[in-house]
């Protein structure tokens, strides 16, 4: 089998992209000849050229969102078609049990050292809003997501929120705004926030630019106090641990369905 890591943030660093894939394929090598490669879900040629040579894909997402899954779609089932390869896909694996206590136990382990804020915000990518009213579950996931983390952080009501980044263009989006929720905790003078998005695997412009420098000005300037990003699970080993438990128990269902045919 070919196993293809197709990686649907558009700017997740290089560096943990290479990093994560070895790791990644490290725990599931006992298959024979598995070979893996990733692509950025924009680069449609890219993504193609890895199809033709590809009989299994994964596709990792923080949640399933038609937004997040339009480019690599299309092209899966055409060449899919072509090629005749089996696929299996891999989609909202931020609810799973596992990943909840390790975006809470990321959570712990940096408040253990820099101390709990007044409050903690969870931030998701967001979707235009025509997309949630048309049925794309993604906006609700995400709420269940930061609900679940909540509850394991044991967090009150008036301790966390959730809420929804990197908006463009004139159409209203799902809300509350990340932007707006941190300028209003700034003018209601919060002394302290801490940031997570658990949307993202690794950290990218969305996180260390928007998140963890613009935000942080914008809530200050704004009259808030203490504001800090936590790094996204990236290399942590429980988040590789995880991704390939999944992986593999993909490939042994999908080696049992090829089988067969």
Not at 78 to 88: H, I, L, M, Y
Not at 100 to 119: C, F, M, R, T
Not at 205 to 221: G, M, P, R, W
Request: glycine letters at 4%; hydrophobic letters at 40%.
């Amino acid at each position: 089998f070919h196993l293809t890591h197709v990686l649907t943030w558009r700017h997740i660093l290089s560096a943990f992209r290479r990093k994560d894939s070895v790791r990644l394929i490290m725990p599931v090598s006992n298959i024979n000849n598995i070979y893996y490669g990733s692509a950025f879900r924009i680069c449609k040629d890219c993504i193609l050229y890895i199809f033709r040579c590809t009989q299994c894909h994964f596709r990792f997402l923080p949640g399933f969102s038609f937004p997040f899954s339009y480019h690599v779609q299309p092209k899966l089932y055409e060449v899919q078609r072509a090629c005749k390869f089996g696929t299996c896909q891999l989609n909202n694996i931020r609810i799973v049990r596992e990943v909840i206590q390790a975006l809470a136990d990321s959570v712990l382990n940096y408040q253990a050292e820099h101390g709990k804020p007044e409050k903690l915000l969870m931030s998701f990518h967001g979707i235009p809003q025509p997309y949630a009213d048309k049925g794309d579950p993604y906006a609700d996931r995400c709420r269940i997501t930061a609900r679940l983390v909540a509850d394991v952080l044991h967090l009150k009501d008036e301790e966390w929120a959730i809420s929804f980044q990197s908006r463009f263009g004139k159409q209203e989006w799902v809300k509350p705004y990340t932007d707006q929720l941190l300028q209003q905790w700034g003018e209601q003078n919060v002394q302290s926030v801490q940031v997570i998005s658990p949307a993202f695997s690794a950290d990218c412009l969305e996180t260390l630019e928007e998140l963890a420098i613009q935000n942080k000005e914008l809530f200050q300037h704004a009259g808030g106090g203490d504001y800090a990003y936590i790094a996204a699970l990236n290399t942590r080993q429980a988040h590789i641990d995880l991704l390939a438990s999944l992986v593999q128990a993909n490939l042994d269902a999908l080696t049992h369905t090829l089988a067969h045919r």
